[in-house]
């Protein structure tokens, strides 16, 4: 008799009966849900757009990229300088940034409400310009501080006695800059650690210099550990500086080299992919050790009891503290700056001011000219889009993450994970990754301001969802509970409780993600086109010239445009909107 093949169960539902029960199982969960799980697979293919093409074109071919890669005839140089900048910078930004914070922490309470902000303006300082100030101050021949040295009895010569070309001044560069972010992160941990535990062991015997280091420092492990990781990091996917410093001695970086192959035609696009796979896997590595690192935090829990600052401070200690700050601030931040100036106010560049031959002409020529108001224009075009985009997604991600909870349980793990994804790969592999994805002929993005509104939203992602994140859990659960307790729809508390109550933080976040898009060098330059190119590309291309005058005044442009975001940031959130950058 045949087999009745109407009742007969299909072989897959009747050896698999669990993993049919658990697909429905999903499903039904999942479908309460759709809006933010739609969310989550926007942001996973915002974030994986460069890093897919990236590793696609490494591995594609059997790998011809990174056999390639392996007989690179430049491959140790390249590499041991990479590891050397990440060290030195490394090195010399978290000895630096942990003294100002020190420092900052030293210093009376009426002092230090007046310069506690001051280690941050290098971050203020547009990337491009902070380099190209430094490049008119330490020159060899026409440094204006080189001059100044060399007019002492203590140095001669045509030039130096600063070299800011070489290898060596790069890293120290470097670890000055990035060492306004350690501040940041120390001297935020010294606030929240309070004063009580260093002050018994001064009660029980212990000098300052043995609570600072039985004390003190390892009770900021999280917080050292923490900004180790990021600041290396940073160090190792630097571009700007090695890109405009090391170009003159022929100095490469795995950033700067990847440029130079991109830059080349035709693009050896597998090579250059190839090349930054393993500046991406030692970032994944990084922040597994960083996270098993910190696993048990509890140890380090040091808040003190007392609200309020009673340790005895000395005026000299204090006076001493703010010299040290007033010193990293003059050379970091200040000089660079009045350097510029004097080169977009004087004739030419020369290395010595001259105040009566000083000059308006090049701001007129500037301001005159076509090109650098289109890329004014297309600055804040992208910026303002970029903005106006990354804020209500980085909202949205936000919520989801707070409200974990009452999330199908996927959802927030793998939003918290995508949005925090960008700050691991360094933003030169990022932009080179968006470079590969957009040049594709299926796309056809590369060179338009989409492309660049895109890979900004993606960069600017974790920073978004990091301040909002912060803003919603400020507000705490009792008022937005209250709201729902009262009747109210969700979406009627999100627009009636939740703006309003947030609208300062947004803003404030708002302004910082502006002020970071103004400053952003790396991606733009990558997917510039010959009509989209955006103030930080034009400057860089001035600059290569050899226009300093030009180049000055740009800078000097960018810097305004950058301040008017700072002004913004401080007057919706106040002195503390600095520490967001």
């Known amino acids: 008799m045949a087999p009745d093949l109407q009742t007969r169960p299909a072989p897959e539902a009747a050896d698999h009966p669990d993993r049919s029960t658990a697909i429905i199982r999903v499903g039904r969960a999942a479908r309460p849900h759709w809006p933010w799980v739609l969310l989550t697979v926007v942001t996973t293919a915002l974030v994986l757009v460069p890093v897919i093409p990236l590793q696609w074109q490494a591995w594609s071919d059997g790998a011809d990229g990174m056999r390639r890669l392996v007989g690179m005839s430049d491959l140790q140089n390249v590499a041991v300088n990479t590891l050397t900048l990440g060290i030195g910078a490394l090195v010399v930004g978290m000895v630096l940034g ?273 090109q650098i108001l289109q890329a004014v224009t297309t600055t804040l075009t992208v910026s303002l889009t970029g903005v106006a985009i990354v804020i209500p997604l980085g909202m949205l991600i936000s919520l989801a993450i707070y409200n974990r909870d009452r999330m199908w349980r996927p959802v927030p793990a793998v939003l918290d994970l995508m949005a925090n994804m960008p700050l691991t790969v360094p933003a030169a592999l990022l932009g080179f990754g968006f470079l590969f994805a957009f040049s594709h002929p299926g796309i056809g993005l590369y060179g338009s301001q989409t492309s660049m509104i895109i890979a900004y939203v993606t960069i600017m992602l974790p920073y978004s969802v990091r301040y909002q994140l912060a803003t919603i859990m400020s507000l705490g659960r009792p008022t937005l509970e209250a709201s729902q307790v009262s009747g109210a729809h969700p979406l009627r508390t999100f627009f009636q ?44 291309d001035e600059y290569g010239g050899g226009t300093y005058a030009q180049v000055a005044v740009i800078a000097l442009l960018m810097t305004v445009v950058t301040g008017l975001g700072v002004a913004l940031a401080m007057a919706f959130g106040g002195r503390r909107a600095l520490e967001r950058l």
């Open 98 to 370: 942990t003294v100002l914070a020190l420092a900052s922490y030293s210093m009376r309470p009426r002092l230090r409400k007046k310069l506690e902000f001051l280690p941050v303006l290098p971050m203020v300082v547009p990337s491009v310009a902070h380099v190209v100030g430094f490049v008119f101050l330490f020159s060899p021949e026409n440094g204006y501080a080189n001059t100044l040295l060399r007019a002492t009895p203590f140095f001669d010569g045509a030039s130096g006695p600063i070299n800011v070309y070489t290898f060596e001044w790069i890293v120290v560069y470097t670890g000055t800059h990035l060492a306004a972010f350690v501040y940041l992160f120390v001297y935020t941990g010294l606030r929240n650690l309070g004063s009580d535990y260093a002050l018994a062991a001064r009660v029980n015997g212990a000098g300052p210099v043995r609570a600072l280091f039985t004390i003190t420092l390892p009770l900021l492990r999280p917080t050292l550990v923490y900004s180790s990781v990021v600041v290396f990091l940073l160090a190792l996917g630097q571009f700007t500086g090695p890109l405009l410093l090391g170009r003159r001695e022929g100095l490469d970086v795995v950033t700067t080299k990847m440029y130079t192959l991109s830059a080349e035609y035709p693009v050896d696009y597998q090579l250059a992919s190839a090349l930054g796979t393993p500046l991406l896997l030692l970032a994944i590595f990084l922040v597994i050790f960083q996270t098993r690192s910190l696993a048990n935090q509890n140890r380090f829990v040091g808040q003190g009891a007392s609200s309020l600052d009673n340790r005895q401070l000395t005026s000299t200690g204090s006076a001493v503290s703010a010299c040290i700050v007033l010193a990293y601030t003059t050379i970091a931040a200040f000089l660079p700056l009045l350097a510029i100036a004097f080169v977009g106010l004087s004739p030419y560049w020369s290395g010595t001011p001259s105040f009566g031959a000083m000059t308006t002409e090049h701001f007129s020529a500037v301001l005159n000219d076509p």
């Open 497 to 540: 409780v939740l703006l309003p109550l947030a609208r300062a933080g947004i803003a404030s976040s708002a302004a910082i993600v502006f002020v970071l898009l103004t400053h952003e060098f790396g991606v733009s330059l990558l997917l510039r086109g010959p009509t989209t190119k955006v103030l930080s590309v034009v400057l860089f």
